[in-house]
């Protein structure tokens, strides 16, 4: 071997090991990602109980550096049932134990306004004073589209959340209360800009047709988009049903989560979740499994084993 090809390889070989090293040593951060979490009627009652539908889960739960959840209800004491075929209103003595469990939630979703805009209104009053952060939803359409950033071990972590489920007229507006909904545009827009001020962006989506097992071609066309426009990854829920995954251009799309903690169906596939695991760096997602849950008829989930670690 000449001599000068001789010092390009051997920087190649170093270059490869130092960065090999910075990964493994640089801060990781590790996400637990739960899908939909509905906090009224049978977990409602399991916590009016003195119970704990997080319990199964909470200690696996507390080895997570940050917890997200979609909270699947608004929770408030006010308001009025729209004409909808479900309706979901939590009580508000769930707040304590939520907060206890997760550190932030998802409020984009097809539930979050089902008690009206001042029934959404309380909940963002509740959960600020609660200091359980939000994210997908405000007061008005910039605070809704804004993203939350979360640092631990020096990773800042940007999470967007959108809905795209009807009914519409959930969605945030210039002066009022709602949340964020999904317009391809917008969201590459916001994915841009929260690129200029996190490590990792990571949309969360309420998205896709119920009870189905594969995501459908808006939702492979949107992730990509989103990953196009400089999202790490992506994490959906809403079908009450797992969905399947896949990687594009090196990063995971987990499609959906299912349910979580959620009651009211019998159909096995609508009682299995999955807790997502992913491990973040600055460089990206570093890796990720799933867990899987079962729900009991309380709507209280179970872990079916331990996953590894």
Not at 155 to 170: G, N
Not at 252 to 261: E, H, K, M, R, T
């Amino acid at each position: 071997m000449r001599p000068a090809w001789r010092s390009v390889c051997l920087w190649a070989w170093l270059a490869i090991c130092s960065l090999s090293h910075a990964q493994t040593t640089s801060p990781q951060v590790r996400i637990a990602w739960m899908g939909d979490v509905m906090l009224a009627d049978g977990p409602g009652r399991v916590i009016a109980r003195g119970g704990d539908p997080f319990k199964p889960f909470a200690s696996r739960l507390a080895q997570a550096d940050v917890r997200i959840a979609n909270l699947e209800c608004v929770v408030a004491s006010g308001g009025k049932a729209l004409d909808k075929p479900w309706t979901f209103r939590a009580h508000p003595r769930v707040l304590p134990l939520l907060k206890r469990h997760v550190d932030l939630v998802s409020i984009a979703n097809n539930h979050s306004g089902d008690f009206g805009k001042a029934a959404f209104a309380e909940m963002l009053t509740r959960l600020q004073r609660a200091h359980l952060p939000y994210v997908g939803g405000g007061l008005n359409l910039r605070e809704a589209h804004r993203a939350v950033i979360i640092e631990r071990k020096g990773v800042k972590i940007a999470v967007l959340a959108y809905d795209e489920f009807f009914p519409r007229l959930f969605e945030a507006g210039d002066q009022l209360p709602g949340v964020a909904w999904s317009e391809d545009e917008q969201v590459a827009h916001d994915i841009r800009q929260a690129r200029t001020q996190a490590d990792i962006v990571i949309p969360f989506m309420h998205w896709g047709q119920e009870h189905e097992p594969r995501a459908n071609d808006r939702q492979r066309q949107l992730a990509r988009l989103m990953i196009d426009a400089g999202a790490d990854a992506v994490v959906g829920a809403h079908p009450h049903v797992v969905q399947d995954t896949e990687v594009y251009r090196g990063k995971p799309i987990i499609y959906s989560l299912g349910n979580f903690v959620f009651d009211g169906f019998s159909a096995p596939e609508n009682n299995t979740g999955w807790l997502l695991w992913m491990d973040v760096g600055r460089d990206g997602v570093r890796a990720w499994h799933v867990e899987e849950a079962h729900m009991d008829k309380h709507g209280v989930p179970h872990p079916v084993r331990r996953a590894p670690f």
